[in-house]
């Protein structure tokens, strides 16, 4: 089937910090890939997405590379604030399915001032 | 105006009550889903209508029923509230093929007491 994994536990970091959240991706077909952020008190919003190998999503600062050959989809933002503090979702979605978003288990970074 | 809105935001209840909650979407998306999203984060995919019809029940209660009057709402009916479904409940929309991803609501909260 298809699923996402996240690495375990929350992140913690300075501001201004380097950032990496690792996504690693299992998928029948070929998926699409997104990063899904929800800020404390709020829905999901989507971040950025690659629908193709090699493609990179960017948004605010964060990047992710579609990598077919690792099946990875890599969060990282080069320097982050105590406003990126919120819960980061890597999710995957194959075309012709069932529409079905698969979610990793988010993870919690928390930008300490 | 909100692309996909959500009511009540909060909801208090005491166990063995019954409750709705709705969702209206303004995107003009085909498809609408529900998630389910506990104390952890973690999210769980509930059900998917596409344009009033049922295409994805998961594992869920019979309790908990969804109606699709039309393809712009998502209503969630629950029965007999028990503890366990403390959660917050997320609602989201996407075109038929849902590459593109999701535009989620910004979820309700119920609280069972």
């Known amino acids: 089937g298809n699923s996402v994994t996240q690495m375990e536990g929350p992140v913690t970091l300075s501001e201004e910090a380097f950032l990496t959240i690792n996504c690693t991706y299992t998928?029948?077909?070929?998926?699409?890939l997104f990063w899904y952020v929800q800020y404390p008190g709020e829905g999901l919003q989507l971040l950025l997405k690659a629908t193709k190998a090699d493609d990179k999503g960017s948004n605010k600062g964060f990047e992710a590379t579609y990598r077919k050959e690792t099946t990875s989809f890599h969060l990282e933002k080069g320097s982050v604030q105590v406003s990126d503090s919120a819960v980061y979702f890597c999710?995957?979605?194959?075309?012709?399915?069932?529409?079905?978003?698969?979610f990793g288990k988010g993870n919690q970074v928390v930008v300490i001032p | 105006d909100t692309a996909v809105s959500q009511t009540p935001k909060y909801l208090v209840t005491q166990m063995g009550n019954d409750k709705s909650i709705k969702c209206e979407q303004n995107?003009?998306?085909?498809?609408m889903y529900w998630y389910k999203q506990d104390s952890k984060k973690f999210l769980k995919i509930m059900f998917s209508?596409?344009?009033?019809?049922?295409?994805i029940n998961e594992t869920v209660p019979n309790r908990f029923s969804p109606k699709s009057p039309d393809k712009a709402h998502l209503n969630l009916h629950i029965n007999s509230l028990e503890l366990g479904d403390s959660a917050v409940y997320f609602c989201?929309?996407?075109?038929?093929?849902?590459?593109?991803?999701?535009?989620f609501g910004s979820g309700t909260r119920i609280t069972v007491v």
């Open positions: 999710a995957l979605s194959v075309p012709y399915g069932n529409n079905r978003l698969a």
């Open positions: 998928a029948t077909g070929y998926p699409s």
């Open positions: 989201a929309s996407s075109r038929r093929q849902g590459w593109n991803g999701y535009t």
């Open positions: 995107l003009g998306h085909d498809t």
């Open positions: 209508y596409n344009n009033k019809e049922l295409i």
